[in-house]
């Protein structure tokens, strides 16, 4: 399985392989969001919006939307996609945004510091107010692409990629101490790549960009004699997770 961990800011070099390459995703995500929060937003605000894929999921919520986005070079592919918003290029840590009605996540709840997220974003939210953390794991449909595709990976570079348990954000989230009707949902949805874009999906993993310059390389093409071995595609299988939980009308309080 593909592994995405380390060093957020690192997506900016590849910004344009992110937006072209990276699944989008499921439009229900908004519904969703929506029938958990109840009246329409009055504004949404996001956390590490990169190009914008999670923003077309927030934007369908209504209301003013304030992106939040470290690297400048992604803010400004997300600038382009969403002229209506409010770029603010900062850490969330440091951008001093909110309060709004409803914040949200998609794939970048693991760059925040694990001891302040949920107290910044619970802080970022009006009473009443909704945390909606959404993101995919990727695997393959097929166990025969997966294990060929894990060798041509290891073939370079023989570490285990770490992957998070699907879970370890609904853990994080209702082990904080803060929030009220924490719930998730679990979704799996299939995306057929062909080699071309599955080399530039790998360009913008984490694990991938760690690597010297010359074993990307290497990795590049023993993917590519792979993925051209198994047909000239394969099937991604995006194991999706919806976190939802609420900021009590009354403050929650904690010892911390």
């Not at 470290?70 to 909110?98: K, N, Q």
């Not at 393959?140 to 894990?150: G, Q």
């Given at each position: 399985m593909?592994?995405?961990?380390g ?5 900016g070099?590849?910004a ?14 908004s ?5 958990y929060?109840?009246?329409p ?18 934007a ?7 992106c939040?986005?470290p690297?400048?070079r992604?803010?400004?592919?997300l ?8 770029i ?10 909110g309060?709004a009605?409803v ?10 510091d ?21 993101g995919?794991?990727y695997g ?11 060798a ?10 770490v ?7 609904y853990d994080?989230v209702r ?17 057929s ?6 080399l ?5 993993f984490?694990?991938?960009?760690r690597r ?8 590049l093409a023993?993917?590519a004699?792979t993925?051209d071995?198994?047909g ?22 904690t010892?911390?």
């Amino acid at each position: 399985m593909l592994a995405d961990v380390g060093d957020g800011t690192r997506f900016g070099e590849v910004a344009d392989f992110y937006d072209d390459a990276r699944p989008g995703y499921d439009p229900g995500l908004s519904d969703a969001i929506a029938a958990y929060h109840g009246p329409p937003p009055r504004d949404v605000l996001e956390i590490g919006a990169g190009t914008g894929k999670g923003t077309a999921v927030l934007a369908r919520l209504g209301g003013a939307l304030t992106c939040v986005e470290p690297d400048p070079r992604m803010a400004a592919l997300l600038r382009g996609a969403f002229p209506a918003a409010t770029i603010v290029v900062a850490p969330f840590e440091a951008s001093g945004t909110g309060p709004a009605d409803v914040v949200g996540c998609a794939m970048a709840w693991h760059w925040l510091d694990p001891a302040r997220r949920n107290r910044l974003a619970f802080d970022a939210l009006r009473p009443g107010g909704t945390l909606a953390l959404f993101g995919h794991r990727y695997g393959y449909a097929d166990p025969v692409h997966e294990r060929a595709i894990d060798a041509a990976f290891a073939s370079v570079d023989p570490a285990p990629s770490v992957l998070r348990p699907i879970e370890w954000a609904y853990d994080d989230v209702r082990g904080a101490g803060l929030w009220a009707d924490v719930t998730v949902r679990y979704s799996s949805r299939t995306v057929s790549m062909d080699t071309s874009r599955f080399l530039r999906l790998v360009r913008t993993f984490n694990p991938f960009r760690r690597r010297s310059p010359a074993d990307r390389e290497r990795t590049l093409a023993a993917l590519a004699s792979t993925l051209d071995g198994l047909g000239g595609a394969t099937v991604v299988d995006l194991q999706g997770h919806l976190v939802l939980a609420r900021r009590a009308e009354v403050a929650a309080r904690t010892d911390n």
